[in-house]
């Protein structure tokens, strides 16, 4: 002991530093602190798209996993010198700086290793004698817990670069405006120099001393052979950062929709930079002509058909001058108007309810209290299937999802993914095909992927736009029915617009559709071309409707637009063309033939048999003349001509004569043959006991009703009575508009061969 006090001063206090050393490192524990970060998103490449700030309002992004080499040098050149062979500190340089402290009296040389600066920052005191003790005893722990890499992984990720700038990624980003690994030797000298005296030296102010700083460093560099004297010179000559850049928001929207998942780190996205921007441009362009409607905001997104992966996401526009821009719409319900009308399509086929060509009913229809309306308000009357599909027309539709059965859709669409469907099917009912139930874009374009995907016999994935693939069941549908669906969505056609798809369609063969939801709230157009899906979104996030938002108009220049950006092969389709069977079809029925139907052999979904033989062709004995069908109360029988005639329901044949010209239905009876016991008569409206509100009119008065009917025989005469009085009569178009009492009606119809048809209703108006 007595030794001890002999030792000159000096010696004495580098024992008790040596001593204090050892006790903070064997007592003091390695807290390390919990940081808040930024939530960071990039591309498919590793660059940056968008990031948010820290909780603690600071640009701190989440630690990378490896720094570029040239910043590691820079640093280690400027801070840390001996940054590879030391064991935490320096020993000669702690002797050094504290023979000089002890002399001067007071701080005057640190002697701070990069990891005794880590120490430091992660207690984040004042610098005092015993907080540098603190640090060293830290700092040999850190030595023991992490490798030289991960150590100045950290301190690069730690360090402040002035401002509310924390770590080289987002000062990278925030002074030249890229990542880290683009960094010239230059641009990483400069950025090194910063943690030192972030305070004092910051880009826009102190530039003569941050200069002389960095060009300092970068003649150390060259004085050790790390860069040539051309490098050194050309360093000196590029200029400091001036002000910081915003950092990228170029997938705003979903980084929010990351951020509630995973927050706080860096999401390596399946974003394309190419795809991204294109489809930003276009939908800033598509949103300054739809502003002028007081249309705010559009939405798309973009999917590789093959990875399931996105190379696009545009929740919403950026323009706050917009309302409701922070929306992610891609993932919020909305209506989809037509856009789950290939999906029945395909499961109809699939079980075969239907054929691809299978007539279905386009006339005024009321299946109780919901009466569906085509967009255009007229009627076919019949009309093939993948042309109803074509056409987009809500009618047929309805009947194709009545037969079969809005629970078992309710129930596909589910297995499928539809993942906003919270009532039971009952709630939703038939107007589930026409908009009546919310879907997200999101689940919509997977299972569009996913129908896709089946049918090309790949690997059946739920689509990502990160890279971790989730594989998924292949969808329940026979492949032929989901090629004859992508085969009837590459018709798509509206009579106004048909020219100009058209001649877009001679260049590339998409299988697309359109959807308007009710009240003209939402536009939407789906497609596909055998490279990637689109889907698109057109309306106001409120939900506002605006006159003449329709998916044609709206969200269809939008998606034939993107569609030109990609890589297209017009024999797509015809390539991924599955096994189906032979069958002999009824070429004006599109059922399956039976032996009065002219026929032809036609490729068909699996299951086609269920679909059931055409019950629209009928044979009747006719005169030699063959213009008049004769029985034997006028005719004899073994004069008279079988012929067969296609005919359909008279409601159907009513409407269907308009647009078809050569149908005639029935063939007139010869003027002496008695009628048989077939009613032509058919009343369309209104139904059998139902029941019809009348509201007033703007000037208070009562309103009116339009009844309607058909007759089997285009040319016959309409007599209308209800009750007991006389309304008027009708011909070719049987429409009659009247006045009508609250309470009971009953209408009678009767043609001028005395058929007649009756129908009891009941009247409710306002009083």
């Given amino acids: 002991m007595s030794r001890l006090f002999k030792l000159n001063r000096t010696k004495k206090s580098l024992l008790f530093l040596f001593l204090g050393i050892g006790f903070i490192f064997f007592i003091y524990p390695l807290n390390e602190p919990r940081y808040s970060y930024s939530t960071v998103l990039n591309d498919r490449n590793g660059n940056l798209l968008a990031a948010t700030i820290a909780k603690d309002g600071q640009w701190r992004f989440p630690e990378p996993d490896s720094i570029a080499q040239k910043l590691k040098l820079c640093i280690q050149y400027f801070e840390d010198r001996h940054f590879y062979k030391h064991p935490g500190v320096n020993p000669l340089a702690i002797g050094r700086a504290a023979i000089q402290n002890v002399r001067a009296g007071k701080v005057v040389s640190g002697a701070s290793t990069l990891t005794m600066q880590i120490a430091r920052m992660m207690r984040g005191r004042d610098r005092t004698v015993w907080q540098k003790l603190i640090e060293i005893g830290l700092a040999i722990k850190l030595e023991l817990k992490y490798s030289k890499k991960a150590l100045m992984t950290k301190y690069l990720s730690m360090a402040p670069f002035g401002g509310n700038v924390v770590g080289i990624e987002a000062a990278s980003w925030r002074y030249f405006n890229r990542p880290p690994h683009l960094l010239s030797w230059g641009e990483s000298a400069a950025l090194a120099v910063l943690p030192n005296n972030p305070g004092a030296i910051y880009p826009g102010r102190s530039n003569a001393q941050y200069l002389t700083k960095r060009n300092r460093l970068l003649e150390t560099l060259k004085e050790h052979q790390i860069i040539d004297q051309r490098t050194y010179e050309l360093s000196l000559l590029e200029e400091l950062p001036e002000k910081p850049y915003p950092i990228p928001q170029k997938a705003p929207h979903l980084l929010t929709t990351i951020q509630e998942t995973n927050p706080e780190s860096i999401i390596q996205s399946t974003l394309d930079p190419f795809w991204q921007s294109r489809a930003t441009q276009i939908l800033e362009r598509h949103h300054a002509q739809q502003m002028g409607n007081g249309v705010d905001n559009l939405a798309t997104i973009v999917i590789d058909l093959q990875t399931a992966k996105v190379l696009a996401y545009i929740g919403n526009t950026s323009d706050p001058k917009a309302e409701g821009y922070q929306v992610d719409i891609i993932q919020k319900s909305r209506s989809p108007g037509s856009s789950l009308k290939p999906i029945l399509y395909a499961h109809a086929l699939s079980e075969g309810e239907i054929l691809p060509e299978t007539l279905l009913p386009d006339i005024p229809t009321f299946f109780g209290g919901f009466s569906p309306k085509n967009f255009s308000g007229g009627y076919e009357g019949a009309i093939p299937a993948n042309q109803a599909l074509a056409k987009s027309l809500n009618i047929p539709f309805t009947y194709m999802l009545r037969d079969h059965s809005y629970e078992k859709f309710h129930f596909d669409l589910k297995k499928l993914g539809i993942s906003t469907l919270d009532n039971p099917p009952g709630h939703y009912g038939l107007s589930m095909i026409l908009g009546g139930a919310d879907v997200k874009m999101w689940d919509l374009a997977n299972v569009y992927v996913k129908m896709y995907q089946s049918l090309a016999g790949i690997l059946t994935r739920d689509i990502s736009y990160t890279s971790n693939s989730i594989q998924s069941e292949k969808v329940n549908l026979d492949p032929a029915a989901i090629w004859c669906t992508f085969d009837a969505m590459t018709e798509l056609s509206r ?184 009613n032509p008569i058919e009343i369309i409206y209104p139904n059998a006991n139902s029941r019809v509100f009348i509201p007033l009119t703007l000037d208070g008065e009562k309103g009116r009703i339009v009844l309607e009917a058909s007759h089997q025989n285009v040319s016959s005469t309409l007599f209308w009575s209800i009750g007991e009085e006389f309304y008027g009569k009708t011909s070719s178009d049987h429409q009659l508009e009247v006045f009508l009492s609250k309470g009971m009606h009953v209408l009678r119809l009767t043609d001028e061969k005395g058929n007649e048809r009756r129908v009891t209703f009941e009247v409710i108006s306002e009083s």
Wanted: hydrophobic share 35%; aromatic share 10%; proline share 5%.
């Fill in 495 to 678: 009579p106004s617009e048909e020219q100009e798809w058209r001649s877009f369609s001679s260049s590339q063969l998409i299988s697309w559709k359109t959807g308007t939801s009710f009240g003209f709230r939402d536009a939407w157009a789906v497609g596909l071309n055998g490279n990637v899906f689109v889907g698109v979104w057109v309306g106001n996030a409120d939900g506002e409707g605006r006159a003449g938002l329709t998916g044609i108009n709206a969200a269809a220049p939008v998606l034939l637009e993107l569609m030109r950006l990609a890589d297209h092969d017009r024999n797509w389709l015809e390539k991924l063309k599955p096994r189906m069977k032979q069958m002999m079809i009824c070429t004006k029925s599109g059922m399956i033939a039976n032996a009065l139907c002219p026929s032809e052999q036609k490729m068909v979904p699996l299951n086609a048999e269920n679909s059931g033989v055409c019950t629209y062709h009928q044979e009747f004995q006719m005169d030699k003349s063959l213009t008049f069908r004769v029985n034997s109360s006028c005719y004899s029988l073994a004069e008279s001509v079988p012929q067969t005639h296609f005919v359909l329901p008279p409601s159907m044949g009513y409407y269907y004569s308009k647009t078809h010209a050569d149908y005639n239905g029935i063939p007139q009876l010869f003027p002496s043959c008695k009628a048989g016991t077939r």
